[in-house]
């Protein structure tokens, strides 16, 4: 039975850092997108800010079809606008993949709006860690 436990136990770690696999709790990047979406979901735009670099490169539909470059600044002000939108704003991560520097994440954005009415998005972001912090976040999703 002791040696069933060990073995079982093993199973499940070992599932746990498949290369490609869901959230691999071996790789520190993905530790860095935890962080992502807890400051999200706790409004906190700093501290979500201090998960990328400097300066990054950003890919997503609300600023165009190409790739910007913004500062953690410009993302503070960036979300916290979004939060004056949606107060209730929030990101419900359904899954984590991660291969090295490339942490994907599939998750369902929500909230509501002024008028009252709720909404839910799904959407997927692709980033590419450097140093312990985000470089690029590419974000997909459908804005209509």
Known sequence: MRNYSFLLLLAVCGACVQP???????????????????????????KMADCYKDTAIFLDPSFGLVPVTQTRQQTIEKYTALQKMFPDVRDSVVSIYGEKNHITV???????????????????SVFTIEDGKIARDNTYYDQQ
């Open 106 to 124: 599939e998750f369902i954005s929500s909230g509501t709006s002024a008028d009252g009415k709720k909404w839910q998005l799904p959407i997927c």
């Open 20 to 46: 490609g696999g869901k959230i691999s709790l071996a790789n520190p990047n993905t530790m860095v997108v935890r962080e992502l979406y807890d400051a999200f979901n706790d409004h906190n735009w700093t």
